[in-house]
């Protein structure tokens, strides 16, 4: 984890969640508060359904929230999309853009995902922007080409003043119980970093890049020690609080 740069431990609730859930935050804003609270920004990306309870539940214990995709515009006649601006609303920090989850089973493109971002941006949010590779795209060796080809495409070019958030998802680790190793994660990791230092300068060294894939309590220190991760998208381990906050102890 590079030193200068503040972690970021985001939970992304998927599909998953009712006000029952909501116990759990309540249980995990509690653990945080003991001890001087965490050593990162933790962020909770709920169904939008939740998104204004959980921000006002959490809010007091440092959790910040955030909505797990939007829409390219902030408004208009799309049934069932949700704006940038309504999760600003609703009191969102942070969106996710691009999730693998999104680019199959929407076939959402590089472009829609800068577009996405574009329009996190201008409604004041951060955008957690993912890429990543399939394991057909892994076993045939073209997983830095791939990741560095959807920086390419989904990365606004200019976002001076913006946050901006890389998260690296290997799609064929994602709730399936599979990690890539410490050595696979540091090349990715380093790539991406490269990456970004040689488009974005200054900027591009200062980005946080997370880890995304099946991390869980019982790796996450080890990845959190990785060179360049910066910390973590969780998945199903985010739902859980004494999970969730193994992880965010990690740090």
Known sequence: ????????????????????????VQKLAGLLTQGGGPRCTVVICP??????RLNELAASSGIVTGGQDCHPAPSGAHTGDISA????????????VGHSERRTDHHETDDLVQLKALAVHSAGLVPIICVGETEDQRD?????????????GSLPDDWTGHEIVIAYEPVWAIGTGRTPTPAEIAEMHDAIR?????????????????YGGSMKPSNASQILRIGNVNGGLV????????????IISAV
């Open 140 to 152: 045939a060796g073209d997983a830095l080409s791939v990741v560095a080809a959807q920086l390419a």
């Open 47 to 52: 169904p939008a359904t939740l998104l204004e």
């Open 85 to 96: 601006q309504m999760l600003a609303d609703a009191g969102a920090q942070y969106v996710i």
């Open 194 to 210: 490269a990456d970004l230092e040689t488009r974005f300068g200054e900027r591009g060294a200062a980005t946080r890049i997370l």
């Open 1 to 24: 984890m590079t030193a200068q740069i503040t972690p970021l431990i985001a939970g992304n609730w998927k599909m998953n969640g009712t006000t029952a859930s909501l116990g759990e």
């Open 235 to 246: 998945g199903g381990a985010s739902l859980l609080a004494n999970d969730f906050h193994a």
